[in-house]
């Protein structure tokens, strides 16, 4: 793949309507390099007037030999002139291919600057800075005799916004295959383009803090752009666009396994369209083998998995929650902004009107308290992250009865959001005590046994798994207090409760805020709970 043969695989021939042209001369399969080429001049880098251009080219062209002049004066030009400087002006205008991502700066190339435009191109110009060389790939199969061509638009825009920068920019009407669909396909064909435009601008506009603070409707719409890619074939140049921001958005939230993944479809992708020894391979192969080297990883890990984890799909039917789903469960940092509309969490209206688009939970571990005027506590986020949590609650009887604030237990708000005190420290200011709990267990042995719940407390087959050895067996002895865990034998009952320390959980397994928790649908949000919490199933 991307290895040129010593024969061109094209031949320049006239074109009808078009001037000259590139004809395959062989097929080309996809994925070939059809081209690799340096620069017989560019503009330079830092050319700010159409002066300064014109001086430029006026050097450039000077100094070349006497066959390029011949070759370079045989382009086309499609812009008005009065002398040789201002015709040499026009034909580089005309002719000049993009040597970056920048677009600020342009080379003649007498092979590649040959090739012909359509809004559904065949092949791929990309500027390759390793091998100094501009590249044309074949991303889609070509058959002999059919014509090579590349796209000069920016992106690919419905069919009015296409012909209009053509005719603007290069003073063509583009009829290409896609430009003439019949009337009702070209419709679909244009509401598809429009809606992926329109996602691209709503991606844009996020930006980076995008990638976190509104990373589920990001993602969102990267998914719903591969969807319209995929239609009604895949489409790579469209697809190449995409799965680099689906790669961004996971890896800006921590989740390696699918960041991973995303970056396994971005590898092809390049290697088709602009060839293995293409920056972007390197760059996206590196990060197939440790995602973690991108500059994003580490802003927020609401989304933590590791590599080869498969990230915790939604409460499913009959799956009880994890508490270790940072999405559900989130750390301090991801929590939503009291003075921002956080998209992941809240729907798009106003402030004062934002709604939750699903439920979520705050866990902390109390690290310490007092109550001298307000209850106040410091507490250990899932991260690790200490903060402080202020209770302000005006309604008399509303305290939280001292008995149960305890160091090491765990404090679990709904819903809630980050707040600037006035010295200036974030933390938590709490206000309906109907959304807080304490639970009576540590942080790490609350996420570890809803893990154990999930795994000994269901059955297969009529088979459990006894919660004292871990042997999977029929037994029918289940623990009388929580009825949440079976045993083999009285002894392994007896050895759990004193040395394992089911005790302690089992007052927690028998709550019924701990198993509403459980099997609520986090999800879905038709209104807000509240503490003491009821599913259907609990109540
Ligand atoms: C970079 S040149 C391409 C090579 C050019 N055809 C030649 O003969 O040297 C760009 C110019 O080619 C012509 N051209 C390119 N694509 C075309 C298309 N799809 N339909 C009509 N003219 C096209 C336009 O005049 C455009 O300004």
Redesign the pocket.
């Known amino acids: 793949m991307g290895a040129t043969t010593s024969l061109p695989m094209y031949a320049v021939e006239?074109?009808p309507?078009?001037?000259?042209?590139l004809i395959a001369t062989e097929d080309i399969p996809k994925g070939t390099r059809i081209t690799s080429e340096k620069p017989i001049f560019t503009s330079g880098e830092h050319v700010g007037t159409m002066e300064q251009l014109e001086i430029r080219i006026h050097q450039q062209v000077g100094s070349l030999s006497k066959d390029q002049q011949r070759e370079f004066c045989?382009?086309?030009n499609?812009y008005p002139y009065n002398n040789s400087t201002e015709r040499w002006r026009g034909i580089f205008r005309?002719?000049?291919?993009p040597m970056g991502p920048e677009l600020a700066t342009g080379g003649i190339f007498l092979k590649a600057?040959?090739?012909?435009?359509?809004c559904d191109n065949n092949a791929q110009n990309f500027w390759n800075e390793n091998l100094d060389q501009l590249t044309i790939h074949a991303v889609r199969d070509i058959v002999k005799g059919e014509e090579i061509?590349i796209s000069?638009l920016r992106s690919r825009r419905n069919r009015r916004a296409r012909q209009e920068e053509?005719r603007e920019?290069?003073?063509?009407?583009?009829?290409?295959r896609l430009c003439s669909l019949p009337p009702d396909q070209s419709r679909d064909s244009d509401s598809k383009l429009d809606r992926v435009h329109e996602l691209d601008c709503v991606i844009e506009e996020g930006g980076v803090p995008g990638l976190v603070s509104s990373a589920r409707r990001m993602l969102g719409y990267v998914d719903e752009q591969v969807r319209l890619w995929n239609e009604p074939a895949p489409d790579e140049v469209g697809l190449v666009r995409a799965y680099p921001d689906a790669f961004q958005i996971a890896i800006a939230n921590g989740d390696l396994a699918r960041a991973r993944i995303f970056a396994q479809r971005v590898v092809p992708l390049y290697m088709n369209s602009i060839g293995d020894e293409s920056p972007g391979v390197a760059q996206y192969s590196k990060l197939v083998r440790d995602p973690t080297t991108h500059d994003y990883y580490g802003m927020s890990m609401k989304w933590k998995t590791t590599l080869d984890e498969k990230r915790r799909k939604e409460t499913a039917q009959g799956q009880l929650a994890d508490l270790r789903d940072r999405e559900t469960f989130p750390c301090f940092d991801d929590l939503p902004d009291e003075q921002d509309l956080d998209t992941d969490y809240f729907e798009c209206r106003d402030m004062a009107n934002r709604r939750p688009v699903r439920h979520w939970c705050f866990l902390a571990e109390i690290q310490d308290f007092n109550s001298f005027i307000r209850l106040q506590m410091t507490v250990k986020d899932v991260d690790g992250a200490t903060l402080p949590l202020f209770f302000h609650t005006n309604r008399r009887g509303d305290e939280l009865p001292q008995s149960q604030i305890q160091k090491g237990y765990t404090v679990a708000i709904l819903y809630a959001v980050r707040h600037a005190f006035m010295s200036c420290e974030p933390g938590i200011r709490h206000e309906n005590p109907q959304m807080m709990k304490i639970f009576h267990l540590s942080l790490d042995g609350l996420q570890s046994l809803s893990e154990k719940v999930q795994n000994v407390s269901t059955e297969l087959d009529g088979v459990r798994t006894c919660h004292g050895c871990g042997q999977k067996g029929t037994s029918r002895k289940r623990c009388g207090r929580c009825s949440s865990v079976w045993y083999c034998t009285r002894v392994c009952q007896k050895a759990d409760w004193i040395e394992e320390g089911h005790k302690a959980e089992c007052k927690v397994l028998k709550d019924p805020d701990w198993r509403a928790m459980l099997r609520l649908k986090w999800d879905e949000f038709d209104g807000h709970v509240h503490f003491p919490l009821r599913t259907r199933e609990t109540s």
């Open positions: 006239d074109v309507g078009k001037g000259k042209g045989s382009m086309e499609i005309t002719n000049a291919l600057c040959r090739i012909n435009h359509a061509t000069y053509l920019n290069f003073k063509f009407t583009c009829s290409c």
